[in-house]
């Protein structure tokens, strides 16, 4: 009995790593009505540039032309500001929370970013830097240390309407 579940063993072993009939398809499937079976061209690639930028030919500004571009939107939110205290934590960008500056934690702009925050009730607004992920409570789209929280006075009912705008992005 040993010896047959040996030897059946030893042929499944065998025939996986014989491939086990397994084939490849050797044809390159067919294009579809308007689609191109081939990979997209290779972005152009300016060799005078020291850092040889590297561009996808929709983003590529002539020489010249820079400076008559306009500036891209800008990004803003509206929604729900909450602010917090932690008093022994960690943000998640690794530096310790301060609740006397004026920073703020937001899912998805870049640690570093500087963003204006109004409280739409009273008008007031606050500049402050994104150094933490949050908040994490639906419907809510920043939240702000106290010292922020303060400045566009939303301390005391702990939630506020804000307007978010980035004022830049590290």
């Given at each position: 009995m040993k010896n047959r579940k040996h030897i059946v063993r030893v042929c499944l072993a065998a025939a996986f790593l014989a491939g086990g009939g397994c084939t490849w398809p050797t044809k390159r499937p067919a294009a579809a009505a308007g689609f191109s079976v081939y990979p997209p061209p290779?972005?152009?690639?300016?060799?005078?540039?020291?850092?040889?930028?590297?561009?996808?030919?929709?983003?590529?500004?002539?020489?010249?032309?820079?400076?008559?571009?306009?500036?891209?939107?800008?990004?803003?939110?509206?929604?729900?500001?909450?602010?917090?205290?932690?008093?022994?934590?960690?943000?998640?960008?690794?530096?310790?929370?301060?609740?006397?500056?004026?920073?703020?934690?937001?899912?998805?702009?870049?640690?570093?970013?500087?963003?204006?925050?109004?409280?739409?009730?009273?008008g007031e607004s606050v500049m402050v830097r994104i150094n933490d992920r949050g908040p994490f409570v639906r419907g809510r789209i920043i939240d702000l240390s106290e010292a922020a929280a303060k400045k566009i006075g939303m301390v005391s009912p702990g939630l506020a309407p804000v307007e978010i705008e980035v004022v830049s992005l590290p």
């Open positions: 290779e972005p152009a690639v300016f060799p005078q540039n020291e850092a040889a930028a590297v561009l996808p030919m929709d983003q590529i500004i002539p020489p010249g032309d820079a400076e008559e571009q306009e500036a891209p939107p800008p990004i803003r939110q509206i929604g729900i500001a909450s602010w917090y205290v932690h008093v022994t934590r960690r943000t998640a960008s690794g530096e310790r929370y301060d609740r006397a500056d004026y920073t703020a934690a937001h899912r998805t702009l870049p640690f570093g970013a500087r963003v204006r925050v109004r409280n739409t009730t009273n």
